[in-house]
């Protein structure tokens, strides 16, 4: 998701359902990617990462899919719960003149019971 | 307990004052960053270090020093503080660069 101005793009589910938040990094290069969770007023915290040379990486309800021929990234949560309400980020590690880590502007997500 | 611990939480301070954030990971990580998060921005890095005495900018530098005399401890040094750096920083560590790095609570500066 691209953030637009100062508002986040926003996905809103109902509990139990699935729940997918997509991503698109800028640089085929790029051969390391996480997905971090942040809730309002703490840091951002692990959640799953993956490398170039897979597609797909399944986590405990999570579950990354790379898709590198158009640069994209997703995020699924399966039977999504409230407390699953948080921000949620992906990061590249961007090969460029120097090696770093950049991170997407987030997706809110938020669970209604 | 596993965990990277910044101080002060919350500073409120006046523009040209210096001041420094601590950060200290108790992980023996190699890797240590500085990173501020703004509305609409996201997070950008400030300085990252890869091991003790190596240390290296990141996107937005300006403002900023760092400095890694320990392997546990990374400082954010503000020397000359300006309202435009008021912001909500986090420091972050791992192992190596390539790997998910842990993240402190945030320390949320206001430079009036």
């Known amino acids: 998701g691209e953030s637009v101005g100062l508002h986040l793009p926003t996905l809103s589910v109902q509990e139990g359902d699935n729940s997918i938040i997509n991503c698109a990094y800028s640089?085929?290069?790029?051969?390391?990617f996480i997905w971090y969770k942040q809730e309002s007023g703490k840091g951002p915290q692990f959640i799953i990462d993956?490398?170039?040379?897979?597609d797909k990486r399944q986590g405990q309800r999570v579950t990354v899919l790379l898709n590198k021929t158009v640069k994209h990234l997703s995020l699924q949560i399966a039977a999504t719960q409230p407390g699953d309400s948080a921000v949620y980020f992906c990061?590249?590690?961007?090969?460029?003149?120097?090696?770093?880590?950049?991170f997407g502007k987030g997706t809110k997500l938020t669970v209604n019971p | 307990e596993a965990q990277v611990t910044q101080n002060p939480r919350y500073l409120i301070t006046v523009t040209g004052k210096k001041l420094t954030v601590t950060c200290s990971q108790n992980m023996n990580h190699e890797y240590m960053s500085w990173y501020r998060q703004d509305p609409g921005l996201g997070l950008r890095q400030i300085y990252y270090?890869?091991?003790?005495?190596?240390?290296d900018k990141g996107d937005v530098p300006e403002g900023y020093k760092v400095s890694r005399k320990e392997k546990r401890n990374f400082p954010l040094i503000l020397e000359s503080p300006s309202p435009n750096q008021t912001s909500l920083y986090f420091c972050?560590?791992?192992?190596?660069?390539?790997?998910?790095?842990?993240f402190g609570d945030g320390t949320r500066l206001s430079i009036l």
């Open positions: 270090s890869m091991n003790v005495e190596v240390t």
């Open positions: 993956i490398r170039s040379n897979m």
């Open positions: 640089n085929s290069a790029s051969d390391y």
């Open positions: 990061a590249e590690n961007y090969q460029g003149g120097s090696e770093k880590l950049v």
């Open positions: 972050a560590s791992s192992f190596y660069r390539n790997q998910p790095q842990h």
